[in-house]
């Protein structure tokens, strides 16, 4: 009685997205296009349970933006019955955010379940997602129910979200941990019930990919009516595998790949956004599958979420980190100087970052010191060169990073040690080369950048190894 009411309040504008992501993909595969993985950011919902990483509603309404410019499918805005800003955050992005699907979470129960589909009222392409814990570790400790009444409960969720949302997603709790016939019972059972996405969440990170392509494998080749739904991979971090068993599962069948920006989530956290969708995209050979993000849009998401939450990116994660384009070794800025596909699998433009670095420190050689010197605006014989490679060294072992500053001073005492002698000042390009001198790149550290020819000299045959180009 109460949801007949409640149903009239909060009716879908379901006609706008007409078709699910499982209805697109089947209707590109059938003009043989290569396989979409849809992709479902939880940078907002469980990317947001990291500690430290909370937003208020107008952080999350502007991070919802830039996901929009990013081109995921799925943006799961939050967890409405955790808290009324919660709540709100979610209505917001509902209302503002209309072209990808809009998810809320909920756990198997009545007032979760309304509270998620009131949340998502104004959204054009609403999902409730419900979820509840199968492993018999969670139904024992946690739940303390029985098997027969973990599936009541979760085969009653899924028919009460679907009353009010015709997207519903459903997952099992710590699904690698649970037993794999209790988990295609449970999983048939929801089918049944109307989820459209069966999502297979590694909650404690617990799997090892081919483990967790073989638990794929098997929903695909055990659970009663899986060919109607979309299979998800919700992988977490703690033995540093989530992207792995996110790749391994994309290879085993599934075709929706939960991810979280800057890899944030409860604990050790999600598979990280950028590093799944880039290898999906840098080993095209090994994964024929694409998605709909504009990885341009990669970094610019990073930063942001960075300067929102406060929490700096470590400088080695890969594809965003401050260290992911950045060279010091000698022989490595040497070969970066001559062709980049010596030491470079993606262009760093590909993934919105300005330019690769060469960074001056004890390890840098003579080929990036002469380099910076020249967009400083000197240039030098090869004996100048030698006598401030030899101070810079010193400094460098003393110091580690030297900065331009730094740079300027040796230039000086070196134009005093040796008087008489030239310095040429090349702030006009050399005749024939387009060669500015460049501004500084946003590092706390001198960086030199590599000249316009380093960065486009490639042959096509050789694209598959940078990418981006
Ligand atoms: O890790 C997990 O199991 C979850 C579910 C709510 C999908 O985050
Ligand atoms: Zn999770």
Not at 64 to 70: C, E, P, S
Not at 297 to 318: C, G, H, M, R
Not at 340 to 363: A, C, F, N
Request: include cysteine; hydrophobic fraction near 40%.
């Amino acid at each position: 009685m109460f949801y007949n009411t409640y149903l009239n309040i909060i009716s879908f504008p379901s006609f706008v997205c007409r078709l699910t992501i499982g209805e697109r993909q089947r209707k590109g595969a059938m003009k043989m296009e290569r396989p979409r993985i849809a992709i479902f950011d939880t940078t907002l919902r469980d990317g947001e349970q990291s500690p430290g990483c909370s937003m208020n509603v107008k952080e999350k309404l502007r991070l919802a933006h830039q996901l929009d410019r990013l081109g995921v499918d799925v943006i799961e805005a939050g967890f409405p019955i955790a808290s009324e800003g919660d709540f709100t955050a979610v209505q917001a992005i509902a209302a503002a955010v209309p072209r990808p699907i809009i998810a809320a979470l909920a756990r198997a129960c009545v007032k979760d379940i309304e509270r998620a589909a009131q949340s998502l009222s104004g959204a054009v392409c609403p999902r409730i997602h419900v979820f509840l814990a199968t492993s018999e570790i969670h139904l024992q400790h946690k739940l303390r129910i029985t098997q027969q009444q973990c599936l009541e409960q979760a085969r009653d969720a899924v028919r009460l979200a679907k009353s009010f949302c015709r997207d519903v997603e459903f997952s099992p709790e710590d699904a690698t941990r649970t037993s794999p016939q209790f988990l295609y019972r449970i999983l048939e059972a929801v089918i049944e019930a109307g989820a459209t996405t069966l999502n297979i969440p590694d909650t404690v990170g617990y799997s090892v990919p081919a483990e967790f392509a073989e638990l794929i494998f098997g929903i695909r080749q055990n659970v009663r009516g899986i060919e109607k739904v979309t299979i998800s991979a919700h992988c977490h971090n703690d033995l540093g595998l989530a992207v792995a068993n996110s790749l391994a599962a994309v290879a085993a069948g599934a075709r929706q790949v939960e991810c979280a920006i800057n890899g944030i989530g409860e604990r050790a956290g999600n598979a990280s956004l950028e590093e799944f969708v880039m290898a999906l995209r840098v080993r095209s050979d090994r994964y024929a599958y694409e998605t709909g993000i504009v990885s341009e849009q990669l970094f610019p998401a990073s930063k942001l979420l960075s300067e929102i939450t406060e929490v700096p990116v470590q400088p080695n994660k890969a594809i965003i980190g401050r260290n992911a384009f950045a060279h010091e070794a000698g022989i490595h800025q040497d070969g970066m100087l001559k062709n980049r596909l010596t030491y470079e699998i993606m262009t760093p433009q590909s993934v919105g970052v300005p330019d690769s670095t060469l960074v001056l420190g004890k390890h840098s050689g003579r080929h990036a010191l002469g380099l910076r010197c020249e967009q400083l605006g000197y240039s030098f014989d090869r004996r100048e060169l030698d006598d401030i490679y030899r101070q810079f060294v010193i400094l460098a072992d003393e110091i580690k990073h030297v900065h331009d500053h730094h740079l300027l001073d040796l230039i000086r005492e070196s134009r005093g040690i040796r008087q008489g002698s030239q310095l040429s000042v090349a702030a006009a390009a050399p005749t024939g080369t387009s060669r500015k001198p460049l501004p500084l790149l946003p590092s706390d550290y001198s960086a030199a950048t590599l000249p316009h020819n380093a960065v486009t000299e490639h042959h096509s045959e050789q694209e598959d190894y940078l990418w981006g180009v």
